[in-house]
């Protein structure tokens, strides 16, 4: 069946309403961006999971990384997509203009150099991420720990995607099908995904993120309604069981832990957290167990779980817009807030 024919059947489908959600941030953002929500039939809906990394992290993190960077002879290093993420009290951008020791970079390993260059200052990476991103701070590790690094430490917030999604079906989430995570399952592996498929009937398509690889993903899921299986269409870059070689570097540096994320609570073994061996190139991952909101009627939390779209949030395009964020949704380009308010996803 050729892409047109696709986009016809998607656009003509009468059949009874579907919804099916993507758990992926770089799924939103293409999804958004090329307008493939005006392209189906309004009886199949898509709606944005907890697949941007940035999001899920609770408030209590970014409060942390407050404190820690007004902390004498400390520095936090960040990339630039979390400077501006609200916590309970402040954002990053505010602790660093009441004085916060704060370097935004676009690679981990400038932390290498910034600490040789200054031995006299302890310096915490905000290390956030899911699957894909985990094995880079194993290999970060690795390369503090043979250099005999001693002023660096990881604040991670570093979650797996299985064990939320179980809870979002948990929970309630109405949904007939997972745009699987194609950066996830890289890593991973499609085949992670079975025993969720399996256990609830769901069908799961892992995407690449081309427009027309959606649409693919979006016509094989109407088709599988109802089926516990797994199907993968990026087999360009995901295979069954994943890069074993990462999964092996990121089992010997980490290990998992009952993680917080935002809008869900605590989930289960659903975070990696630094081994108790290396634990002290740990700065305090595991006592971050709570989540608060600066503005109490940002709806971030149910937005990610798929039990609100942003439009139905009253802060949304108001006093909620990325210019003055009041949650992370609205702070990520992987964020749902943020391409509903850019792009104008319906």
Known sequence: MNIQDIIKFLKEYDGEPLSFMEVCGTHTASISQNGIPSILSDKIRLISGPGCPVCVTVAEYIDTLCRLS?????????FGDLIRVPGS????????????????????????????????????????GFETTTPIYALLLDKIIKENITNIKLLTALKTMPNAIERLCQMGCNVDGFIAPGNVSVITGAEIFSPLAEKHSL???????????????????????????????????????????????????????????????????????????????DAGSRDII?????????????????????????????????????????????????????????
């Open 70 to 78: 007004l902390s004498q002879d400390t520095c936090v290093v960040t």
């Open 89 to 128: 009290e402040s954002s990053l951008q505010e602790a660093r203009a009441k004085g916060g020791n704060i370097k935004m970079v676009y690679s981990p390993f400038e932390i290498i150099d910034l600490a040789k260059n200054d031995t006299d200052t302890a310096f915490v990476f905000a290390a956030v």
């Open 203 to 281: 069908p799961f398509v892992v995407s690449g993120f081309e427009p027309e690889e959606l649409l693919c993903s979006i016509y094989a899921l109407v088709k599988m309604k109802g089926q516990g299986k797994v199907l993968n269409l990026y087999k360009s870059a995901v295979t069954d069981n994943g890069n074993k070689k990462a999964q092996e570097l990121v089992n010997k540096y980490f290990e998992p832990y009952d993680a917080c994320w935002r809008g869900i609570g605590i989930i289960e073994k659903s975070g990696m957290a630094i081994r108790g061996e290396y634990s002290q190139y």
């Open 290 to 346: 709570h989540d608060s909101l600066k503005n109490k009627g940002c709806r971030c939390g149910q937005i990610i779980t798929g039990f609100a779209a942003p439009r139905e949030c009253p802060l949304f395009a108001t006093v909620c817009t990325p210019e003055n964020p009041q949650g992370a949704c609205m702070v990520s380009n992987e964020g749902a807030c943020f391409h509903y308010y850019i792009n104008n996803r319906s």
